[in-house]
């Protein structure tokens, strides 16, 4: 069971909501395709990987596509300052499931901000930065993030 001061430091996390861009396929894009997930920021609004090592089991992500949800973990791949990336896993044995995030660490997540994800097909999308809150722990978000907090 997690104690209080673990739960409050929970303070640190921030809840990235992502919708699906203007494309092609969704012309004035969609707020049924999309992310939401949650990851420490710097003041500049970039993903912390020092903090993400120290809540790397609270980095969850929850990707929403038209009625079906998917629930993974904000992963930070090796290689080096410049070959490292933030990926969406969603399986702990394969790398095939991973949904890289492209640039993500040159990436400020603010509101009104674009992002690009390639997904499970390949396929590179672009996000729009909806929400950035910070995470208010409730019985609903450990549920819908399968987080392991008892409350």
């Not at 494309?23 to 609004?45: K, N, V, W």
């Not at 809540?55 to 973990?73: A, L």
């Amino acid at each position: 069971m997690e104690t209080l001061s673990e739960l409050t430091e929970l303070s640190d996390l921030n809840r990235i909501l992502l919708h699906l861009a203007r494309s092609r396929e969704f012309l004035d894009g969609s707020s049924r395709h999309g992310y939401d997930f949650i990851a420490p920021l710097d003041a500049q609004g970039h993903i912390d990987p020092v903090l993400w090592k120290k809540y790397r089991d609270y980095c969850r992500v929850r990707r929403f596509w038209d009625g079906e949800d998917e629930v993974g973990r904000l992963v930070h791949k090796p290689g080096g300052a410049d070959r490292a990336r933030w990926v969406f896993g969603y399986s702990e044995d394969e790398d095939g499931d991973d949904e890289a995030g492209y640039r993500f660490e040159a990436h400020a997540f603010w509101p009104g901000e674009y992002v690009s994800i390639s997904g499970q097909d390949r396929k590179l999308n672009t996000f729009r930065v909806v929400t950035v809150d910070p995470v208010m722990l409730s019985t609903a978000l450990i549920k819908s993030f399968e987080l392991q907090i008892k409350v």
